[in-house]
């Protein structure tokens, strides 16, 4: 049975930093990625990496502040989150098992975790 449990969810003050960490078990997975959904909004891409580790993918608003990252031993994926805005409050999601060319689309992805509640304050 597959299983993704996300962890390091929190409140945090706005230019602050959280580290999010997936935990997978029952498969590994070639690609891993990081969704988040806000309130009233759907849910929306974040980063994907691939098995290598060097092959990534982020959204346009987070390059350069969210980093992810992978232990394939642990069999875990991780978003180092940076400078933190209040518009990336949302509930993030580990995600598992997107062709790499889809890693956009939620609908591709076969396994999610339950999500960890980020909030950052003004």
């Known amino acids: 049975q597959v299983q993704l449990v996300e962890s390091g969810g929190g409140v945090v003050q706005a230019g602050g930093s959280l580290r999010l960490s997936c935990a997978t078990s029952g498969r590994i997975f070639s690609v891993m990625g990081w969704f988040r959904q806000a309130p009233g909004k759907e849910r929306e891409f974040v980063a994907a990496?691939?098995?290598?580790?060097?092959?990534?993918k982020y959204a346009d608003s987070v390059k350069g502040r969210f980093t992810i990252s992978r232990d394939n031993v642990k069999n875990t994926v991780s978003l180092q989150t940076n400078s933190l805005k209040p518009e990336d409050t949302a509930v993030y999601y580990c995600?598992?098992?997107?062709?790499?060319?889809?890693?956009?689309?939620?609908?591709?992805?076969?396994?999610w975790g339950q999500g960890t509640q980020v909030t950052v304050s003004s």
């Open positions: 990496i691939r098995w290598s580790g060097y092959d990534t």
């Open positions: 995600a598992a098992g997107s062709p790499w060319d889809a890693v956009p689309s939620p609908n591709e992805w076969g396994y």
